[in-house]
């Protein structure tokens, strides 16, 4: 099972940014893929999760009308795309393979793989 997440940069303020993970190893349809985000000297916090079967998505507060996950089958990706971007945005951001059950998905200790991360730094 491998997680390659990619796309990260450096953004200014305002803008956008499109963070890929490329899955393989596993079906989509046997894991959530959830990302998650993770500032220096601060916890490793929800960001976004796709369910199993591509047909819900969540989000947390901060990533509301402004952040987009997706997936293409055809490539095996999970897309976050990620508009209005804003300093407290930066952070390294990983994806990861999780659980199905719904109460767990925003717990980053109940995921099973992870990718590797990608830098993300808004700044002007």
């Known amino acids: 099972v491998q997680l390659q997440a990619s796309g990260g940069g450096l953004v200014q303020p305002g803008g956008s940014l499109r963070l890929s993970c490329a899955v393989s190893?596993?079906?989509?349809?046997?894991?959530?893929i959830g990302w998650f985000r993770q500032a220096p000297g601060k916890e490793r916090d929800f960001v976004a999760a796709?369910?199993?079967?591509?047909?819900?998505?969540y989000y947390a507060d901060a990533a509301k009308g402004r952040f987009t996950i997706s997936r293409d089958n055809a490539k095996n990706t999970v897309v976050l795309q990620m508009n209005s971007l804003r300093p407290e945005d930066t952070a390294v951001y990983y994806c990861?393979?999780?659980?199905?059950?719904?109460?767990?998905?925003?717990?980053?200790?109940?995921?099973?793989?992870w990718g590797q991360g990608t830098q993300v730094t808004v700044s002007s």
């Open positions: 796709l369910s199993r079967n591509g047909g819900n998505t």
């Open positions: 990861a393979a999780g659980p199905t059950i719904l109460s767990q998905i925003y717990f980053p200790s109940a995921y099973y793989y």
């Open positions: 190893g596993f079906d989509f349809d046997d894991y959530t």
